[in-house]
């Protein structure tokens, strides 16, 4: 029987996708989750979006920074969860919902790697659920001892080599990523 994914992307918001926060390459990171996310629509697969939020600062809720990505599509058939951990199951309704709909494998895309992707991930693995990591489809920005694109291939190489859980991560480009019609 073939998995029942669902597309998860994670704080794919404004405030990381211009100025002082702009995610490494985010145009095209973006246009690669648009055309992941199209083909998960295209296959019934649910498209979720996380979107974090905090009281003040930069992802105030409802300020402009907290706004989902203005070129990310979003469809009226996708769901959104607020989080306010880095963690996207952490208080929010995202595990009923993925069990109501017997979800059994998770595609995983967004920002940023290191933090909010890196930790949903690891939760993912620790509910069960195997991960297709979307690996062109995170990003971050430079930190002080590594770049942004070599966080992106430190993450891709780490989560994917992770056995502990059970369930395992697997790395594909977006333009490899399939769900089963």
């Known amino acids: 029987m073939p998995a ?5 992307v994670i704080d794919v918001q404004q405030a990381f996708c211009e100025g002082e926060y702009e995610a490494f390459q985010i ?9 992941v996310a199209h083909r998960a ?6 498209v979720v979006f996380i979107q974090h939020q905090s009281k003040e600062g930069l992802l105030q809720q409802g300020s402009h920074g907290w706004q ?4 990310l599509v979003v469809k009226p058939q996708d769901v959104v969860f607020a989080k306010s951990t880095p963690d996207s199951f952490l208080r929010t309704g995202l595990a009923r919902f993925l069990e109501e709909r017997e979800v059994d494998r998770l595609v995983i895309c967004g920002l940023q790697s290191e933090y909010c992707v890196d930790t949903t991930t690891r939760r993912a693995l620790a509910l ?3 991960v297709v990591l ?4 995170h990003s971050t920005v430079d930190g002080e001892h590594l770049s942004a694109a070599q966080i992106i291939q430190h993450h891709n190489t780490t989560l994917s080599s992770i056995s502990s859980f059970g369930p395992l991560v697997q790395t594909v480009a977006s333009a490899e990523v399939t769900f089963v019609v």
Do not use: C, E, H
Request: charged content about 15%; proline content about 6%.
């Open 128 to 130: 069960g659920f195997p």
């Open 27 to 35: 145009k095209q990171v973006i246009a690669r989750i648009n055309t």
């Open 134 to 137: 979307v690996a062109d489809g």
């Open 68 to 71: 989902l990505a203005a070129a």
């Open 4 to 8: 029942r994914s669902a597309l998860l």
């Open 41 to 46: 629509r295209s296959a019934n697969v649910p």
